[in-house]
């Protein structure tokens, strides 16, 4: 009988069934690439299994794979395990490395410090972009918190001092529904990602303005997810969302972008809005990659500001994503931005900088209008944009963010009436001077009063000369009064009371008594 020979490598139909028992009960997809990872900018996630989506178990079992991971074994691992006892010890390793701290398993990925600006750098250009100065005349951000939910924010940058809260680290554990919360008192920012949008938010005003946020007296409540967003999983960045929302921040900044809706993270989002927390998202830089068009979340959320990015030209950049739920755009192409693990800056492109200035724009609004919802900035915010392409459109929504567009924005909710402006500076309309102050029937009328008023005061002041006047007959001579001890005549003399010269005296007056040349003798 010909012995049938097993091929090298080939496992047994027994084994391969008892194998399959300790096999992974679920597959955790990944989240995607984040927002501000550009087309080439570094290594996107490797497929397994010949081109499969990429898949990952919440463990870690090499310093190759992504920190704090596990990946699925391949095919020829699987082969290689040789059975129970080498899944038994594969387990029990992952156990060991899980259990070892944070910091043992996460390799910093922290870029270079950046340069320092020459001696003879202008005013940061974004300045001008946004007309940011004359938004300042009336806002700075004071007392308004934005939460940044990314990569960590390093608050030792000159430019943040005074502008970083102590704020929450969040690390996945084994389950995905378990994570480590820390508050560590110094942040660490291994991509550098999250500094650079919280000082695009609330970087403080540099002598001869060389740098400054949207909102530079803002507060920034930074949050970071340790491992990195597109390593995270969605319940890890669910409770970082809950906690940005819990801190009291009245913003919520979210640069990353994921063509996946995670319920963990929509519950959280929506737990944000109903908590009145004005959400800003990033809309995606893959729109170069044929992804436009469809959703990627959280910006395409109900009730999420969804920000575009438009080049220096205004004109949108082609890795923008576009569609229906894109509301805003702000400028994106080649920003300076604040580097960690220094006084340096890098220049950034994306979407995850633009959604940055949206949310610096939503500061100012709150920091005058303290009073209004979420959905009133919102609402104030596209209703104030620049067009882009002559009307709202996928690419840009309603157009460019215009922070002082914003601010002096009158809408339903605003201070048409005066009722809901809050104290402070109100800019003053200049009364037309095309127009007269009144109306000629008003300006007459006046001039007649005065005119009439000023007669009585004069005819009265010269009542008592007319009537003596008028007793002397109108000629100048001695007073007609009689002498003392002289009886007055029982009728006095009539007078003229007129506005008469001498002749007209003369030819119309007569006197009541005989002059004495024509008495009888």
Known sequence: ???????????????????????????????????WRL???????????????????????????????????GPRQRHRAGGLVACLAAS??????????????????????????????GPYPLIDQLGLRQAWDLATGSGVVVAVVDSGVDARHPDLDGAVRRGA????????????????????????????????????????????????????????????????????????????????????????AVPTDYEPIREAVAHAVAEDVVVVAAAGNEGNQGVSGGHMYPAAYDGVLAVGAVGNDGQPMDVSNAGPWVDLAGYGEEMAVVAPEGSGY????????????????AALVLSRFPDLSAAEVVRRLTESATQVGGGVNDRTGAGIVDPF?????????????????PPGHIPVQPIPTSEPLLSGTVATALGWSGGLLLAVILGLAAAPAVRRAAARGWRAGPDPRPAPGTARPANPPPGRIGWLDGSESRSTTTSAHPSPRNRTR
Do not use: K
Request: charged share 25%; glycine share 10%.
């Open 346 to 361: 890098r220049v950034e492109s994306g979407t995850s900088f633009a959604a940055a200035e949206a949310s610096g724009a």
């Open 405 to 421: 567009g914003a601010l002096t924005h009158l809408g339903d909710d605003t201070d048409s009436t005066g009722e809901a402006a």
């Open 169 to 256: 680290t969040f690390e996945g554990r084994t389950d995905e529904r378990e994570f480590d919360r820390t508050t560590p008192a110094n942040q660490e920012d291994c991509e550098g990602h999250g500094t650079g949008v919280a000082g695009l938010i609330a970087a403080r005003r540099a002598e001869g303005d060389r740098m400054a946020g949207v909102a530079p007296d803002a507060t920034i409540y930074p949050v970071r997810v340790a491992g990195g967003i597109e390593n995270a999983t969605a319940g890890t960045i669910a409770a970082a969302i809950r906690d940005a929302v819990d801190s009291g921040a009245r913003v919520l900044n979210l640069s990353f």
């Open 39 to 73: 087309a080439g900018a570094g290594p996107a996630p490797r497929a397994r299994h010949g081109g499969a989506p990429f898949r990952q178990w919440p463990a870690a079992a090499s310093a190759a794979d992504a920190p704090g991971r596990l990946a699925w074994p």
């Open 1 to 35: 009988m010909a012995r049938v020979r097993r091929a090298a490598g080939a496992v047994a139909p027994w084994r391969r069934a008892r194998l399959r028992r300790f096999r992974p009960r679920r597959q955790v997809p990944p989240l995607g690439r984040p927002a």
């Open 92 to 121: 029990l390793l992952a156990q060991l490395v899980v259990a070892q701290p944070a910091a043992a398993v996460e390799a910093c990925r922290t870029r270079s410090p950046g340069t320092e600006l020459p001696d003879t750098a």
